[in-house]
């Protein structure tokens, strides 16, 4: 549960003050926090651990770690239920 | 059979693996530490293709594996309260505790969820302000910064009802204790990829001096294994020992600083008992004083639990290098990952597991499947 995945992000947010992206990982597009990595743009490929960017990598990389990440059946955390990702979080009316 | 054929680039594979062999001259002892890693060179029959003067020992980088069963025995306690959601990461939903595992309190149910991240719990606790939120926080530097955002956010946004059970270890101390062991056999060690994405290896250069071994930062796809290595036997051979990077695409030597930064902000350091190991001074995380409100030990008093462990298992010598799974009696017989005895078998990160996953418990002995991962990949 150590490793983080790559993923391409595809769209930049705020999110209740908090720098957010939607991130591309295969098929699968899933949330994460920029916070660590603020110079994150769109099209950049960041690697991220439990719902957090740490480090951008390029294309290439990303495609074989992930890959790779495939092979380990590493990418359980990707299945993770949903808790509300699009919105604030905040209770709905 | 699989291996070099499968491997990125095969070629350069089969090169990294002939220089090792060329290079070699003395026995040595290299510890990859990363749970990742493990499961990485089992699954690619790494070992196998090295020479058999060169072994291999997995160490305790994985965080299902080393999270004390008293700590498993309090989730437990706690996920089992009515007024309690209970959050976790899904690898720790099958780690059994004393009586059952959190999937089990689920069914007889237990608010338990799994969370993708820990901000999850945030919006968890939002939507339920009269229930408590408590998240598992295990892990290693790489999942510290998302733990600690979790509780830094509580704070800033007065939400209350959101608390951590922290269970978080660090690498280096762990290196340390290994190697001040009067049985230390590790010689060199790979480390951590993604712990240093986050943590740099600034940390890792006072050790490697101090206890005059290489530590060569590495990846886990196989072929920056093998790079690793034959770094790693580089400086053995040539009676070096530094900290060198391996994986400078994806780290450098200061790491993720606005990450370190919180992480300093929200936990201090505090000892830290390691299943399988015991305590290891200053080797994990506790949250600061000023976090209180948020710590699960704190608002839940939940006794000390006493915990009984399998006395056949010898997983704290396997974390430590100085044995490995097949010298377990136990090793695919009764303790499997259906019924783990011990810490290397609960997740598949642990070295127990990971032999157990690729069929080493069926195979006498490795020479026999070292003959053909050559035969058919070419190298050496
Ligand atoms: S096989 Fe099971 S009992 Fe034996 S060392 Fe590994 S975890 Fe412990």
New interface residues.
């Given amino acids: 549960m150590c490793l983080a995945i790559p993923g391409k992000v595809v769209e930049v947010f705020d999110q209740q003050g908090m720098r957010m992206a939607k991130v591309q990982f295969g098929g699968i597009v899933r949330e994460a926090c920029l916070e660590y990595l603020p110079e994150t743009r769109v099209g950049d490929y960041v690697l991220v651990h439990v719902g957090f960017a740490i480090s951008r990598v390029d294309e290439e990389e990303a495609r074989r770690t992930y890959q790779l990440l495939e092979e380990l059946d590493q990418l359980t955390e990707l299945n993770a239920p949903l808790v509300d990702e699009i919105g604030d979080g905040r209770r709905k009316p | 059979m699989k291996y070099l054929d499968e491997y990125?680039d095969g070629r350069l594979a089969g090169k990294i693996v002939e220089e090792i062999h060329r290079i070699q001259t003395k026995p040595w002892v290299i510890m990859e530490v990363?749970?990742?890693q493990t499961?990485?060179i089992v699954?690619h029959g790494i070992d196998y293709l090295l020479p058999s003067e060169i072994e291999l020992v997995h160490g305790p980088?994985?965080?299902?594996c080393v999270t004390p069963m008293e700590m498993i025995d309090k989730a437990h306690a706690i996920a089992r309260r009515p007024d309690v959601i209970f959050c976790s990461?899904?690898?720790m939903l099958r780690v059994p505790g004393s009586d059952g595992d959190l999937f089990t309190i689920k069914s007889l149910g237990g608010d338990v969820?799994?969370?993708?991240?820990?901000?999850?719990c945030?919006?968890?606790a939002?939507?339920n302000p009269d229930k408590q939120v408590v998240f598992f926080a295990i892990?290693?530097e790489?999942?510290a910064?998302?733990n600690a955002?979790l509780v830094w956010?509580a704070q800033q946004?007065g939400v209350r009802n959101v608390s951590m059970l922290v269970s978080h270890v660090l690498v280096p101390p762990a290196i340390a204790a290994i190697l001040q062991s009067p049985l230390n056999r590790v010689q060199g060690f790979l480390g951590?990829g993604?712990?240093c994405?986050?943590m740099g290896y600034r940390e890792y250069e006072p050790l490697s001096a101090q206890f005059k071994v290489p530590i060569v930062i590495t990846g886990?796809?196989p072929l920056d294994i093998l790079q690793g290595i034959l770094m790693t036997v580089q400086q053995l051979e040539s009676g070096r020992a530094e900290v060198q990077n391996e994986y400078s695409?994806?780290?450098d030597r200061e790491g993720?600083q606005?990450?370190q930064k919180?992480v300093f902000n929200v936990f201090e350091v505090a000892d830290r008992k390691w299943r399988g190991v015991g305590t290891i001074p200053k080797s994990g995380y506790k949250l600061r004083w000023e976090f209180r409100e948020h710590d699960a030990e704190k608002l839940f008093d939940v006794k000390e639990i006493d915990t009984l462990e399998s006395e056949v298992c010898i997983s704290g010598q396997i974390l430590s290098g100085i044995k490995k799974p097949h010298d377990c009696p136990a090793f695919g017989k009764e303790c499997n990952p259906q019924h783990p005895l011990g810490a290397t078998m609960v997740?598949?990160?642990g070295a127990c597991a990971a032999y157990y996953a690729y069929g080493r418990h069926l195979k006498r002995d490795k020479d026999d499947v070292k003959l053909t991962a050559i035969s058919t990949g070419g190298a050496a």
């Fill in positions: 990125r990363c749970g990742g499961h990485s699954k980088g994985c965080p299902v990461f899904g690898d969820r799994v969370v993708y991240s820990p901000l999850d945030l919006k968890i939002l939507a892990g290693f790489t999942t910064p998302a955002m956010r946004e951590p993604h712990v994405a986050v886990f796809e695409r994806v780290l993720n606005p990450a919180l997740s598949a990160e």
